[in-house]
């Protein structure tokens, strides 16, 4: 078995949500005040508030280097390059986090459709969204699209 299969367990199977009230509480937590003073303008919309970076223009779109990717807002390790792959979408695509706990997935049902937003587990700011069964041949057939904003890669030292 894949050390990414054995990290993610019975995540694998995107769609089955667990209820939100089951969800890990937060172990930042911070006020929207302190969100603010912490975050650029455009850092708190899609961290705190949900926004979506426009394609094709974040800073991890293409990247190649290897590290680890951790959450902006807390530092929390989220995903590593390894499993970064070219969607041609336009944001950052991983096709698994580096932790299943790393994250909490669950349903938002804003812009009249069905997806599953991803936010960090450590501190519940908002990541981007995954999807499923696109048929990128990666190893999951998950792509999560992640904004870079949300990101911080830390290149691994070598
Ligand atoms: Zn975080």
């Given at each position: 078995m894949s050390w990414w299969r054995r990290l993610l367990?019975?995540?694998?199977?995107?769609?089955?949500?667990?209820?939100?009230?089951?969800?890990?509480?937060a172990k930042v937590v911070k006020s929207e005040q302190e969100w603010r003073e912490q975050l650029t303008p455009e850092e708190y919309q899609v961290l705190r508030k949900a926004g979506t970076e426009r394609p094709f223009v974040g800073q991890y779109t293409d990247t190649k280097t290897v590290g680890v990717y951790k959450c902006r807002a807390c530092g929390a390790e989220l995903f590593?390059?390894?499993t970064k792959f070219d969607s041609h979408?336009?944001?950052?695509?991983?096709f698994t986090p580096l932790a299943g706990?790393?994250?909490?997935?669950?349903?938002?049902r804003s812009m009249g459709m069905a997806r599953t937003e991803v936010v960090c587990a450590n501190c519940h700011?908002?990541?981007?969204?995954?999807?499923?069964?696109?048929?990128?041949?990666?190893?999951?057939d998950l792509r999560y699209c992640i904004n870079s904003i949300s990101l911080t890669l830390e290149p691994e030292q070598t």
């Open positions: 367990g019975d995540r694998i199977s995107v769609g089955v949500m667990k209820s939100e009230a089951d969800e890990p509480a590593r390059s390894e979408c336009g944001w950052p695509s991983f706990d790393a994250v909490i997935e669950h349903t938002d700011s908002h990541l981007g969204h995954v999807f499923s069964g696109e048929g990128y041949g990666t190893p999951t």
